[in-house]
């Protein structure tokens, strides 16, 4: 099946990506309560998921974005997010659930503030959105923000024994899931087609999609699931733009009694506990193919250094096992190919070292440091490791 579906698209023989030019990751790393590490691979033409980690003497902060319809929603929060939060955060004079909301609604309203401006050269930006994933440690609080449908889940050791049990800490936006379309529906009730079961998938207005809804290669069918709340897809949210005719180029109109998505966060806040062992943020190019429980067993049987690059392997090993090819031969699949093999994946693991009485190095610099994947891997595996920034000098972090 690997070499119907390249020749098809007119990339066999494979050989021309380098056997790990779309895979990337960083050496482990210090954060205020212990150690972090981070990997992703690359699937699409242009990287379309972002991920980075803000470590400080204060606090941490994580964040995965999984965009779709383009990587410009998704870097967009890369840059701005962790800002944002900073600014409310100080504000505040504190994080809170409130600082949290403030971030990602000013969020919101900055990318559609770069959509107005940006509408008549590029009508496609409005069709540009990312899902969302914010964890904070705040002292002993842990905070995690969603929307779209990535995922956090903790592992957490049984009590009195030496075995590790997964948590799952998000609430996912996903309109597979029959409680979400309740949602949508109550929120909608004069609306019958703000869900709709179409090609095989349910649908916000048969439309909005998770990156991939639907492709044919060589009669070749992957059908991803979608999201209910996002940053970005103004289409959906403003019918002015999904009405107007410079639209229709990009997209059929699509009538709005009201917004059809949300960009409001599920957040959940937990204090740690000596028993919390790890903190996995990953995109659902991760868990597409490996359960909460099977990442949370690789994270705790095996070394820390390279755990999140472990990760994201398993879930490859696991994506072609599915399409029965070897790992081998898809580590030679050009991208965009290799999107009809897997999605992009981007894994952070987060060590709770502080909690549970553990030694872990210190974040001492006073500055805060900013460590992001690269905006795309392919193109920038070219023997840099990270990107790390020294940011937000005297922001209080």
Request: charged share 25%; net charge positive; proline share 4%.
């Amino acid at each position: 099946m690997l070499r119907a579906v390249a020749r098809c698209c007119g990339h066999w023989p494979p050989g021309a990506a380098a056997a790990d030019g779309m895979l990337w990751q960083t050496e482990l790393r210090p954060h205020a309560a212990g150690e972090f590490s981070m990997a992703a691979a690359q699937a699409n033409l242009a990287m379309e998921d972002q991920a980075q980690v803000l470590a400080s003497p204060a606090a941490t902060l994580v964040g995965v974005y999984d965009g779709h319809g383009g990587a410009d929603a998704s870097r967009f929060l890369r840059s701005r997010l962790f800002p944002l939060v900073q600014r409310f955060e100080k504000e505040q004079g504190g994080m809170s659930t409130e600082v949290i909301r403030r971030a990602f609604g000013a969020a919101e309203e900055e990318f559609l503030q770069q959509v107005r401006q940006a509408w008549r050269q590029r009508p496609k930006m409005a069709a540009v959105g990312s899902c969302c994933l914010l964890g904070a440690i705040s002292g002993d609080t842990l905070y995690v923000a969603n929307l779209g449908d990535s995922r956090a889940v903790l592992g957490r050791r049984v009590v009195g024994g030496g075995v590790a049990v997964a948590e799952r800490l998000t609430d996912e936006h996903n309109t597979a899931s029959e409680e979400v379309r309740r949602e949508l529906t109550a929120l909608n009730p004069d609306d019958a087609q703000i869900v709709v079961h179409a090609r095989g998938a349910w649908r916000v207005k048969g439309i909005i999609q998770d990156l991939v809804v639907k492709i044919a290669v060589c009669g070749l069918d992957l059908q991803l699931s979608v999201v209910s709340r996002t940053i970005g897809d103004v289409y959906l949210k403003k019918q002015e733009y999904s009405m107007d005719p410079v639209f229709r180029n990009v997209g059929p109109p699509i009538p709005l009694k009201r917004p059809a998505l949300s960009a409001e966060p599920s957040i959940q806040v937990r204090k740690l506990k000596p028993n919390d062992l790890f903190l996995i943020f990953a995109s659902d190019g991760l868990w597409e193919h490996l359960s909460d429980d099977a990442a949370v067993q690789i994270v705790f049987k095996n070394p820390r250094t390279g755990i999140a690059n472990r990760l994201v392997k398993a879930a490859l090993k696991e994506a072609t096992r599915k399409r029965e090819v070897s790992f081998r031969d898809l580590k030679t699949i050009e991208k965009g190919v290799r999107r009809h093999f897997h999605d992009d994946i981007s894994v952070i693991v987060v060590y709770l070292d502080r909690h549970r009485g553990r030694r872990h190095t210190r974040v001492v610099d006073s500055s805060s440091n900013c460590t992001n994947a690269p905006v795309d891997i392919y193109s920038s595996n070219s023997g840099q490791s990270v990107e790390t920034l020294q940011a937000h000098r005297g922001s209080g972090w």
